[in-house]
Structures are given as C-alpha cells and as structure tokens.
C-alpha cells in the first residue's frame, strides 16, 4: 500500500483543491459549524498522517483551527 502512495495522493488532490474553493472560514466549511463539519475533519484528520500530502492553503488553515477549538493536536506523520 505505501509503494502506491503517490499514485492516491495525486488522486486525492482535485478533491482536496475542491474542498479548498468550498472553505468559508478556518472555522467552518459553510461559515457556521454544521454536519459538514462533521463530515470533513475526521477525513482531514485521517489524511494528515500521510507522508508526502500537504493540504492546500484554505483546507490547512481550517484543519488547523478546527483541531485548535477542539484541543487535539494532529496525529504524526507516520
């Protein structure tokens, strides 16, 4: 699985530069914490462990600031 890691990091890219033009504010996908919220930082929190992703700016800013108000720090890059 990891020999392939490049190959789902450029397949998760469009998704992740989607995400990005959706991100309201670093504190809410939809400018108001809602279920999307719900939906979207388990994922993000999920992806960050990845060596080699890097998120783009908006969706950065928001899982930070998400993980922030929750008191978590990210999980290590493994």
Do not use: C, W
């Amino acid at each position: 699985m990891r020999a392939k890691t490049r190959d789902y990091i450029k397949q998760l890219m469009p998704d992740l530069e989607t995400l990005n033009r959706l991100i309201e504010t670093p504190a809410a996908v939809n400018g108001t914490v809602s279920m999307d919220d719900i939906r979207v930082l388990p994922l993000l929190r999920s992806a960050a462990v990845v060596k080699g992703l890097s998120f783009p700016e908006k969706v950065r800013a928001y899982f930070e600031t998400m993980m922030a108000r929750l008191g978590y720090h990210p999980l290590p890059v493994i």
